[in-house]
């Protein structure tokens, strides 16, 4: 089986999950405590994310949303205070690879066009409604007024998982796992992440 180098910066907590449990697993709980007040609309966007990817590959018991990758070591932020940096050997087969630049149209509520055609058609489309983005169909004026629109624009999302270059500079790899068997390395604060 193929592996392929993955880089993600996390909590130094998660040490512990590794010595008392072998394995790092992301929990909604982790994002709540993180992103306080903005939580739920993070989670809303990380749970469509996770129903979505265990599509792709099934999730293990105990995962509830996937750990943020990538496969470009330059893309890595760096291990500061209260956090490590994983260098990860992950089989291919269990890599969930995505566009993070498409990401940002789920994070905003957008709708996710195929291509320039496409998202000229849907502005056309909005000014056709009287609406002025698509956030609106989630948050704004518009929510749960028209559910076509918000089914139109959850499809669109799955556009995120198109096929993607591993050497692109916006390809992530999210997994659900990560087993002590695959760190090679772990960065501590202070030490510049390379790749390995």
Known sequence: MNTVRL??????????MLEHGGRIVNQRIYVQLHFGDMAGH???????????????????EGAELSIWCTP??????PPIEGTVV?????PEDRIVFFDDAKWDYVLNHRYLPLDDGDEAAYRKHLQDIGATNSFEFFEGQYAGKYP?????ILESWKRVFDPIDHASPTACGNIWEIRQEQIVR???????VTPV
């Open 7 to 16: 880089y993600t910066r996390q909590s130094d907590k998660t040490l512990l």
């Open 42 to 60: 993070y989670l809303d966007c990380y749970d469509w994310f996770s129903r979505e990817a265990a599509r792709l590959v099934p999730k293990p």
């Open 72 to 77: 470009n070591v330059k893309n890595c932020l």
């Open 86 to 90: 994983y260098a990860l050997a992950v």
């Open 148 to 152: 076509e629109e918000t089914a139109r």
């Open 186 to 192: 772990i960065f501590r604060p202070g030490e510049t």
